[in-house]
């Protein structure tokens, strides 16, 4: 079965630090992995999915088969980026996504 | 642009009532699902629904649940009876096809008491 770890519940940086956001995942094929933002008071949206391998937000994310990792990156946060951070899963076979316990990410001025 | 709408934003029921949760997807996806997240956990899958059948559903996805599309617009999860487990955030999202992004909706609060 699918897996996906956010090892930390909360991240609190100054502005202008380096952030990365570690998400680990079990799965035996090959995955798609996503990082979806939620916003405080807004929807769950997505930010980045591996496949596309652009930058959004100055945010980053490498799938990394060989450590099973898909950890999120941005050389300098800003107080908008304070939020809450999922990492996502999808298999092949299946639409659905597998979710992560999510992260808070508190950037401070 | 186009959104995925919930309604209520928030419910609360007793113990045992059915609730009856809807969401409008946007017009022209083809992929709807259910989605919940109980306070402090994470956010579990509940089901996928396709060309007007349940394609997959999780083991949380019992028999106290259902879904329909009643009309071409609406994405309604029913629970018949339910139980103070039930209480989490449900969110309803959609997609154009199985490998495209999947838009959420705010969510609806249940809180069963």
């Known amino acids: 079965a699918q897996r996906v770890t956010q090892p930390e519940k909360l991240l609190s940086v100054f502005k202008g630090a380096p952030v990365e956001l570690k998400c680990n995942y079990s799965?035996?094929?090959?995955?798609?992995l996503f990082w979806y933002v939620q916003y405080s008071r807004q929807r769950l949206q997505l930010l980045l999915r591996?496949?596309s391998r652009e930058s959004i937000k100055g945010f980053t994310a490498d799938l990394n088969k060989g450590e099973t990792s898909f950890h999120l990156k941005k050389p300098f946060a800003q107080e908008e980026d304070s939020a809450m951070y999922y990492c996502?899963?999808?298999?092949?076979?299946?639409?659905?996504?597998?979710f992560g316990k999510g992260i808070t990410l508190s950037v401070r001025p | 642009e186009p959104e995925v709408t919930q309604t209520p934003s928030h419910q609360v029921t007793q113990m045992g009532q059915e609730v009856i949760l809807r969401c409008v997807p946007i017009?022209?996806?083809?992929?709807f699902y259910w989605y919940r997240q109980i306070l402090g956990q994470k956010v579990e899958f509940l089901v996928s629904?396709?060309?007007?059948?349940?394609?997959?559903k999780s083991e949380i996805f019992d028999d106290q649940f259902s879904v329909e599309r009643p009309d071409g617009s609406n994405f309604t999860l029913k629970i018949r009876s339910t139980k103070l487990e039930d209480s989490a955030m449900y969110f309803c999202?959609?997609?154009?096809?199985?490998?495209?992004?999947?838009?959420f909706g705010q969510g609806t609060r249940l809180t069963v008491v």
């Open positions: 591996h496949i």
């Open positions: 017009s022209n996806h083809l992929y």
């Open positions: 996502a899963l999808k298999t092949g076979a299946n639409s659905k996504l597998t």
């Open positions: 799965y035996s094929g090959s995955p798609e």
């Open positions: 999202a959609s997609s154009e096809s199985r490998n495209t992004e999947a838009f």
């Open positions: 629904f396709y060309n007007n059948e349940i394609s997959e």
